[in-house]
């Protein structure tokens, strides 16, 4: 058998799908529309597994499934091919912001790293928000200062409309106009990063944001 092959936001979108597949099958819908839904809910999941092999695509496999039992059994199995998030100690969180001499560290040991895109936490009291996540094989912290107030919006990395502030990071680009300043850019992230992690389906925002933060 393989190893774990399912990121932590592969595993959402998964869980997305098979509750619209059970959703749509408490609906009275004609067989064929039905068919339908099955259909491209799995398709889209297949789509998320460019890489995958035969095996893994077979694992992945729920168009056969009859009951929300099955569906269950089926989530269930999948949790043992979750990648977990690389275990971090404290030190080498402290090493991500080195120039932070006073950052408050999350609670590790409350941390489920099987369950995690990123590891998110905020510091009130140095009023940041501080994400780690591996980005090219590196892993890479970024601290973002959040606005004071927080709203309903719809959080950038997770797509979910929930509580959120506005998070800015320094990049290091300098900006074109005004060489003596850096650039900042700013996005809506959930105030709760382990809700966000349990919704985020896809690393493309997350991957967006640190690129940008991470540019020269
Ligand atoms: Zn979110």
Not at 3 to 17: A, G, H, V, W
Not at 46 to 63: S, V
Not at 152 to 168: G, L, R, S, W
């Amino acid at each position: 058998m393989s190893d774990p092959f399912i990121q932590n936001e592969q595993y959402n979108l998964i869980k997305e799908q098979v509750m619209l597949v059970k959703e749509s099958r408490m609906q009275s819908l004609p067989p064929s529309v039905l068919r339908a839904v099955i259909d491209l809910a799995q398709s889209k999941v297949m789509y998320a597994f460019p890489e995958a092999t035969t095996e893994q695509l077979k694992l992945l496999q729920f168009t056969t499934l009859q009951t929300n039992e099955a569906f269950d059994e089926y989530m269930q199995r999948l949790r043992e091919w979750v990648q977990p998030f690389p275990v971090i100690s404290a030190e080498q969180l402290k090493s991500l912001f080195p120039k932070q001499k006073k950052l408050r560290l999350p609670e590790l040991s409350d941390v489920d790293f099987g369950r995690l895109t990123y590891l998110g936490w905020n510091d009130g009291r140095s009023n940041q928000k501080l994400i780690i996540c591996q980005y090219e094989g590196q892993l890479i912290g970024i601290a973002c200062k959040p606005s004071t107030n927080t709203k309903k919006n719809i959080c950038a990395f997770c797509n979910q409309f929930t509580d959120v502030t506005y998070c800015v990071t320094i990049t290091k680009a300098k900006q074109a106009k005004n060489p003596d300043y850096y650039k900042a850019i700013g996005t809506y992230v959930c105030v709760d990063s382990k809700t966000c992690n349990e919704h985020i389906t896809s690393q493309e925002a997350l991957h967006t944001f640190v690129h940008t933060a991470l540019q020269t």
